[in-house]
């Protein structure tokens, strides 16, 4: 099971740098793993912790949050204030015992495409070490 | 050391001035160790109250229910002051209010009760059962005095105190217009022993932990209700467009409730325990809190409800601000 095992992992990423890296590693003809399933969001600082806790109960093995370098927001500040915000909320879920390795959060910038090819390649590694999420995912409901 | 009759004075002077509206305070309740809050309106009304170590209700939280119902044309809005009874706890949720822009400090009259712990219902109701007419309870030095119907019993104040009170460092109000007494010493050191207790386990032992505690969740709303800092009009916890968190009461519900419940709070909870102390299936939501509150101080050296003009903990940053988690 484990070896066969495929890793849903949702990722977030601002659509400044961290989508247009995704971007050029796709033009570049990069090879990363296909479980990644790409949000596009105008800033990290727009992603809100919920968006994390309702992925993984909705079906998510794994949560990549990206954003641009501090400093090189696009608004100036938004990924300073998700890297307050994403810090405590990766403390509080791994307090709760969720496994760490499930939420991740990096910086990627727009030139960035190897970089982007080897964090998708680290988040889905941990991802598939960690199992299938099974602490609060929400049940299927059968009419 | 309390005076009552001091306090009453005051509190008829307070609401006796015309920029007063009315005046939150406690008042000894119905039956047995209950206290409830007291609101004054006129003087005469200000002898009920009462100050003990069984007054736990934090009364900062009704400064934010007051109904604000639609002004008729032509009137004025009522801009008289509140008047709030406060312990330490207390005055850091007003200041946290004030930081917030919840409340307005030209509308609010602080009386400061320097407070020498509180007393947890559950571990005076385990020592004297069964008790239902209304018992005196004052501070004496290091131990509780309780007045019972079959005679005077002294009690070590660690064997019935709150859990926070124990840890307490801020007993005296951070911001008041009147403190009524002397102030007192701190009875502790605020450190994290039982966070860093939890910390030490490995995550399964943390998530069968936690998943007994959330699994027992009813989903009352009640640590929502009572939480001096949880005011908002629209709350997301029960929007139902979009439904971030569903009404089913099972696992998957709740963590979220709960996880949820306690992010809103990171940077901003005072510490005052009323989530634990209301909630009827007994999860130790301090726990959480606590964790939260810890971070907080040890990483980025933030206190809240402290100083009114400080900025909120999460819209504001450092470029600095710690990045070890980042890949």
């Known amino acids: 099971m484990s070896e066969q095992f495929q890793p849903n992992v949702v990722a977030f990423l601002c659509n400044w740098c961290s989508y247009a890296g995704a971007d050029l590693a796709g033009t570049s003809r990069i090879k990363y793993p296909h479980n990644l399933n790409v949000i596009r969001v105008m800033c990290s600082g727009r992603v809100n912790p919920l968006f994390v806790i309702n992925a993984l109960q909705q079906g998510a093995d794994g949560v990549l949050v990206s954003g641009c370098h501090p400093g090189d927001c696009h608004y100036m500040e938004g990924n300073f204030y998700a890297r307050r915000r994403f810090s405590l909320m990766n403390e509080l879920l791994e307090y709760v015992g969720v496994e760490p390795g499930r939420f991740n959060m990096s910086w990627v910038s727009a030139s960035e495409g190897a970089k982007w090819k080897d964090v998708v390649a680290g988040v889905v590694e941990k991802a598939k070490e960690a199992g299938p999420f099974d602490q609060f995912r929400r049940n299927k409901i059968n009419w | ?327």
């Open chain 2, 1 to 327: 050391m309390v005076d009552l009759e001091k306090m009453r004075t005051i509190a008829k002077e307070t609401v006796s001035r015309d920029d007063v509206r009315y005046l939150i305070g406690w008042r000894q309740g119905t039956y047995g160790f209950r206290v409830s809050p007291h609101f004054v309106e006129g003087p005469d009304e200000a002898d009920k109250l009462i100050f003990s170590p069984l007054c736990s209700n934090n009364l900062a939280t009704y400064l934010t229910l007051t109904e604000k119902l639609p002004v008729p044309r032509g009137e004025q809005p009522d801009s008289r002051k509140i008047a709030v009874m406060v312990k330490g706890c207390d005055s850091r949720a007003v200041v946290q209010q004030l930081i917030e822009k919840g409340i307005e400090r030209d509308r609010v009259f602080v009386i400061g009760c320097p407070c020498e712990g509180v007393l947890d219902l559950k571990k005076v109701e385990e020592k004297f059962p069964g008790v239902l007419s209304p018992v005196q309870v004052e501070w004496s030095g290091d131990k509780i005095i309780f007045t019972l119907a079959d005679g005077v019993k002294e009690v070590p104040k660690g064997e019935v105190l709150a859990k926070k009170c124990l840890s307490c460092r801020y007993p005296n109000p951070v911001m008041s217009d009147i403190t009524l007494w002397d102030e007192v010493k701190p009875l502790g050191d605020g450190k994290y022993e039982d966070v860093k207790e939890m910390e030490e386990k490995n995550p399964q032992e943390r998530w069968s932990f936690w998943k007994d505690k959330f699994s027992s969740c009813i989903r009352c709303y009640s640590c929502r209700n009572v939480c001096p800092m949880c005011y908002c009009d629209d709350c997301v916890l029960d929007r139902l467009n979009p439904q971030w968190i569903n009404r089913s009461s099972n696992i998957s519900e709740n963590s979220a409730f709960q996880l949820a419940r306690a992010f809103h709070l990171a940077g901003r909870c005072i510490e005052c325990g009323e989530c634990e102390r209301v909630c009827p299936v007994d999860i130790p939501l301090m726990a959480i809190n606590r964790k939260l509150a810890k971070e907080v101080r040890e990483q980025y050296e933030f206190e809240p409800g402290l100083d009114p003009e400080s900025k909120p903990f999460q819209s504001s940053y450092r470029p600095n601000d710690k990045e070890d988690f980042i890949l």
